[in-house]
DNA sequence: TTGTACGCGTTATCAG
DNA sequence: CTGATAACGCGTACAA
């Protein structure tokens, strides 16, 4: 790939006049940069961004450590991300960690290695999370944050989020609600768990610890939870499940047992699974506003870098909605 | 961030005896390395790719190029890639073209200044590929291909899947055949729509032209165009859809006019649409090894990196596979 | 086993 | 408006 010095040498200019066509081009007469313009056509030249990257200090990437990217709403978020990025002039640069804590850290250190600008992640494990504030890199945290750290995050509002849903319930007449959440360690998995309490508390209704089970966020597990719940003598009239997988899991046990949603029994969730639209009945759900989060998250990571001495951190929270669709039957 | 100097200051050693720590431990006493390798940890030192690119002429990145991040398929893919990539040692760049071939044109430019040392790219158009191949950059084909031109790529074998699930069809009665298909101008389009045509007249069933509409393998087209044709006085008994967001379209539109799959029509389509398998009926389809175009895709890239006087370029075309749900019934 | 000098492709600085 | 020179952080060749 052609070099500055290739262009310049072919246009009888010194490299400084292809480079300040480049950067300042009206430091440069009109008729040099025509000349210029041309032969880096010719060559088809492209700066190399990795020079430049050395002297600038600055590699106008972004790395995104995300943990599924299959997941429906990560891959959309990271869309969002992407688009934004894009229009400021930064190219992503992207990695699975498939929640391994291990994996993730040694993104991280690739990232670092590679200089990019700035770091936005969907952390597993609190470590990376460490390793990066004390590193001093521009970080935004997404979806899964730690409060009481000094570092911006962007996030929905989870508790609220499982307020409404359980609310939703109890306002359908459901007492009993099994609840299908993961293993009480992530952010999002907590504040849920708080919201749903709350609700209940607030209302007085009874919360039975046999209704609430821990299913790692995985369909499987989910799937044999729902099979027992409804197998058992007092079987909760309603379920909420934490996330999308469990959702699917549950649809499953509900189908395979030959019961019907709502009619045997209602079911709600946090996400909207895949091709909820098509299918009946619709899942009622908690619906994440993706594409502000993405929006917000990379604004924040370039405002921080293009602006360092900023030090007041941004903690976000969007509210999220709730849709409601025919899982859920009223009860006496 | 603290550099190759940092260390060897702190570590009293010169910066080879650094570098050499890092790339050439059998050429160091062990005792230093111990030395070295402590400092490092506590100055939390990465190696600076940038530089180490620079001099190397490498950069150990893979740039990636997509149409759209958010359809199953292409996600799926990139997981698969991503995985075996950074198992070579390769990171990659992700960006999204919204199927827009000046943004694609954009992303190609944006990665060879960032000097990746190779690009998997799902093209949309022609412009692009040609433009690689005159850069001379490592590149590799996917999905949408062209014959006849000298380069890498890897495929699936869209005419078989397209006369497997066309004999499917006729072997179940089907004569009146609905075809949902794109604008006739990417690859993949036009050998399902040889597929399905060779199938037909192989079995001597005539192919009306007014069953066979170009959807541009969008939702809402396909939706259209499947509530007339269920209008029409004369109604296709089986309906065939090339991509899965038509499929949806279909689905959406048979609902609508309150019709019902397999008993008043019936649908298959290529790929799997979201949520097909906890969903009733489930949609017969052909699905395309996405891990397997995937590595294989990877592998050939990463080869030609590593190995770059290789000449003879590899064309690839994986078989899919039929998978028979619900869909489908079976007519007189 | 360890160190010195140079170059990778670009930009900043200073001089003309 | 244009050009010469140094520097960015690291690896390679050669020397000690």
Not at 94 to 107: A, F, G, Q, S
């Amino acid at each position: 790939m052609a070099t500055i010095h290739d262009v310049a040498r072919r246009a009888r200019v010194s490299v400084m006049t292809v480079s300040r066509v480049l950067n300042k081009p009206d430091k440069v007469s009109a008729k040099t940069i025509k000349k210029v313009k041309r032969v880096m056509d010719e060559l088809g030249y492209q700066p190399s961004q990795v020079a430049r990257s050395l002297v600038k200090r600055r590699t106008n990437t972004i790395g995104i450590v995300m943990p599924d990217i299959k997941n429906t709403f990560f891959n959309s978020w990271f869309r969002s991300v992407e688009k934004y990025a894009r229009l400021s002039g930064y190219t992503t640069l992207l990695c699975n960690t498939d929640e391994d804590p291990e994996d993730e850290m040694k993104l991280v250190k690739t990232f670092l290695a590679h200089r990019v600008d700035g770091i936005l992640i969907v952390p597993h494990s609190e470590e990376s999370v460490k390793y990066l504030m004390k590193a001093k890199v521009n970080t935004v945290l997404i979806d899964r944050v730690y409060e009481g750290i000094d570092i911006d995050f962007v996030a929905t509002d989870h508790y609220e989020g499982a307020v409404r849903l359980t609310e939703y319930l109890i306002g359908s007449g459901h007492r009993k609600i099994g609840v299908l959440r993961g293993p009480g360690i992530l952010f999002p998995d907590i504040e849920r768990h708080r919201g749903f309490s709350d609700a209940m508390e607030k209302n007085k209704i009874e919360i039975f610890s046999r209704y609430v089970h821990n299913c790692e966020f995985m369909e499987d597990k989910a799937f044999e939870t729902v099979t027992q719940l409804l197998q058992d003598g007092d079987p909760p009239t309603a379920i909420f499940s934490f996330n999308s997988l469990m959702t699917i899991g549950a649809i499953k046990a509900i189908s395979s047992l030959g019961l019907r949603i709502p009619r045997d029994v209602s079911l709600v969730g946090y996400d909207e699974i895949p091709g909820n639209e098509i299918f009946t009945p619709g899942i009622t759900h908690i619906k994440q506003p993706i594409e502000e989060l993405g929006r917000n998250a990379t604004k924040i990571l370039i405002a921080r870098i293009e602006n360092p001495r900023q030090k007041l951190k941004q903690n976000i929270f969007l509210k999220p909605e709730l849709v409601i669709r025919e899982s859920c039957a009223s009860v006496a």
